[in-house]
């Protein structure tokens, strides 16, 4: 347990950077990789316990709960957190009426070497899940433009981002999908 961060109260751990490339990569060779619904699903899990973090998180700073949180303080205290506890900078913005972007720079998950943000993608359904109180879709979508450490992703129910990826798959733009939704 973290005796620096004092609203820390489940044990936590920190590793490096590269756990997340070390977690992706082929094992032994001829072995096949892990699957990304695997990793995905482990992200899930964490991200409703990282919840319950967020939460003596913002106790810790005398703010409201989760689900009593001003509309225009979520993004900046959502921001101060992920910066905190070391995963990099967030950035929440709308893009349509049912679907949220929420833009990574500096993530931890992300880097040259990887493809994607698999993790964070189950990460953010797990968290953003417990707020809405109900199943969150979480689709990880091109960021422009491509940088280094910069992953995107789209927020939204099931249905709404399942509309969004099938208009992907027939080559309509995410933006557009995500207006007509």
Not at 145 to 150: I, K, L, N, T
């Amino acid at each position: 347990m973290s005796t620096s961060l004092p609203f820390l109260t489940t044990r936590t751990v920190t590793v490096p950077v590269e756990f997340f490339d070390g977690l992706r990569r082929v094992t032994p060779r001829g072995s096949p990789a892990v699957p990304v619904d695997v990793v995905r699903d482990a992200g899930y899990a964490a991200g409703q316990a990282l919840f319950d973090h967020f939460s003596a998180w913002l106790a810790d700073r005398s703010e409201h709960g989760p689900d009593d949180l001003d509309d225009e303080r979520f993004p900046l205290l959502l921001r101060e957190y992920f910066s905190e506890i070391g995963w990099g900078h967030v950035h929440l913005t709308s893009l349509s009426e049912a679907v949220m972007v929420l833009d990574t720079s500096d993530w931890g998950e992300a880097s040259d070497s990887t493809r994607g943000c698999p993790i964070s993608t189950g990460l953010f359904a797990g968290f953003f899940g417990r707020f809405a109180d109900a199943p969150l879709s979480v689709l990880e979508v091109p960021a422009e433009p491509a940088v280094s450490g910069q992953c995107r992703f789209l927020l939204g129910s099931v249905d709404v981002l399942h509309y969004v990826w099938e208009a992907m798959e027939r080559g309509i733009p995410y933006e557009r999908a995500a207006a007509s939704a």
